[in-house]
C-alpha cells in the first residue's frame, strides 16, 4: 500500500461516493488536481466491495480486499487503453511495430506499477497517449490525404476530456493538437477547415467532456475551474514539502537534470535499444515519411511534456509516466526497422490484420495480458 494511497485517495474516493450518494456534488471537489477520474473508478470499486459486502458474498472486514476493489477499476481501465491503443497504432504503423508497441506497453515495469494503483499518473499517461494517437489518425497521418476524420478527432477530445479530468499537466495536449491542425492546414492550405474548426470542436467536446463529469463543476463551473487553477499554481512554484533526494543529496528541487536522469533508470534496456535505433533511422532517412511524421510528433510530444514537468520545484519521477508510452511506442519502431522481425505470426499478422476477428482478438489477449 502506497502512502499517497494511505493518506489520501482511498478516503478520498469513499468521500467521493458519499457526495454523490447524498447530492451534495459541490462535496466532489476535493483536491484541485483535479483528479476526478481516480475519485469516479474509486468510488465505483468502494461502491462495488460494499454492495458485495452488504449481499454476504465477501467479508467487509479484510483490508487486504478493500483495496483490491478500489483499485481494480484503475487496474481496467489503464488495460483497457493498451487494447485501444493498439487498434490506432495499427494504422499508424507497420502491423510488426503496432504489435510490438503494445506489448512494450504492456510489459512497461513502471507503467505496470502504478497501472496498479489508486492515483493518478497511470491514468493521465493512458488517457493522454489515446488522446494523441487518436489525433494522429484524425488528422490523417497514417495516409497524408485531405480531410479530417471527424469521428475520430472526437473520440480524441473524449480522451482529452479524461486527461485534464485527471490532472493538469495534461494542458500540453491542446498544444500538441494545435500544431497537428496546423501541420494539417500546411498541407492543404485550408487554414479554416482544416486548423480553426478542428481546434474549436476538439476543445469544445473536451471541455464538455470535463463538465460532464465533475458533478462540482454543474453545480459551480467558474469555482471548479479556479480550484485547479489555485492549485496547480500553488502547487507548482513550491517544492515538495517532504523534500527530495538526488544524486546523493537531500535537496528541495533536484534541479533541470532531475527527469533526463529519472527516465533514463526507468526505461527498459530493450526500449534503449530501440529509442537508439529509432534515432539512428531517422537521421539516416531510413524510414517512410509517415513513419518519420508520427515519431517526430510522439518524440515533441515527450520533449515537451518533460520540459513542463521540469520547470516546477515540485518533482517526482512517476510524474514522468506520461511520456513511457510514447517511448515504448519509439522503441517499437526502432527494433522493427533494426530487427525486421520475420517471425510467423508477425508475418501472418501482416497479411491478415485487416481481418476484424484476427484485429479484435489481439485487443482481447492486450486485455488480457494488462490485467
Known amino acids: 500500500m502506497t502512502v499517497d494511497e494511505a493518506y489520501h485517495w482511498f478516503e478520498r474516493a469513499k468521500l467521493f461516493l458519499r457526495a454523490l450518494q447524498q447530492g451534495d456534488f459541490m462535496a466532489t471537489n476535493l483536491i484541485g488536481h483535479p483528479g476526478v477520474t481516480t475519485l469516479w473508478l474509486g468510488a465505483i470499486g468502494a461502491a462495488a466491495h460494499r454492495s458485495l459486502a452488504d449481499a454476504g458474498w465477501i467479508a467487509s472486514a479484510e483490508p487486504g480486499l478493500e483495496r483490491a476493489f478500489l483499485r481494480f477499476p484503475v487496474a481496467l481501465v489503464t488495460a483497457l487503453s493498451v487494447a485501444l491503443a493498439y487498434t490506432l497504432l495499427k494504422r499508424l504503423l507497420d502491423p510488426r511495430a503496432a504489435l510490438l508497441a503494445a ?53 480524441s477530445a473524449v480522451a482529452g476530456g479524461l486527461a485534464l479530468l485527471t490532472k493538469s499537466p495534461a494542458v500540453i495536449l491542446p498544444v500538441m493538437i494545435g500544431l497537428l491542425a496546423l501541420w494539417k492546414s500546411y498541407r492543404s492550405q485550408r487554414f479554416l477547415r482544416h486548423a480553426v474548426l478542428p481546434v474549436l470542436a ?16 454543474w453545480i459551480d463551473l467558474p469555482g471548479a475551474i479556479a480550484s485547479v487553477v489555485r492549485y496547480t499554481a500553488t502547487k507548482v512554484g513550491s517544492p515538495h514539502e517532504t523534500g527530495n533526494f538526488f544524486m546523493g543529496r537531500t535537496v528541495d528541487d533536484p534541479g533541470p537534470l532531475f527527469y ?14 530501440g529509442l537508439a535505433a529509432a534515432a539512428y533511422a531517422t537521421l539516416r532517412r531510413r524510414s517512410q515519411p ?44 526502432g527494433l522493427t526497422s533494426i530487427l525486421d522481425f520475420r517471425f510467423w505470426i508477425f508475418d501472418s499478422l501482416k497479411a491478415k490484420i485487416g481481418n476484424s476477428k484476427i484485429g479484435w482478438s489481439v485487443v482481447v489477449l492486450l486485455l488480457a495480458a494488462n490485467l
Open 260 to 273: 533526463l536522469v529519472a527516465v533514463a533508470l526507468r526505461l527498459t534496456p530493450w526500449v534503449v535499444v
Open 290 to 333: 509517415r513513419e518519420r511524421l508520427i515519431k517526430f510528433a510522439l518524440a515533441l510530444f515527450a520533449a515537451l511534456f518533460a520540459l513542463a514537468i521540469s520547470l516546477p520545484a515540485k518533482k517526482f519521477d512517476r510524474y514522468a509516466l506520461p511520456i513511457f508510452p510514447a517511448l515504448d511506442i519509439l522503441a517499437a519502431v
Open 103 to 155: 506489448l512494450l506497453w504492456t510489459a512497461d515495469p513502471f507503467l505496470v506499477a502504478h497501472s496498479r494503483l489508486l492515483h493518478m499518473d497511470a491514468l493521465l499517461a493512458s488517457f493522454v497517449t489515446l488522446a494523441l494517437l487518436a489525433a494522429l489518425v484524425a488528422f490523417r497521418c497514417d495516409d497524408g490525404e485531405p480531410g479530417v476524420r471527424w469521428r475520430v478527432l472526437i473520440a
Open 202 to 217: 476538439w476543445s469544445g467536446m473536451a471541455l464538455a467532456t470535463w463538465v460532464a463529469l465533475w458533478p462540482a463543476a
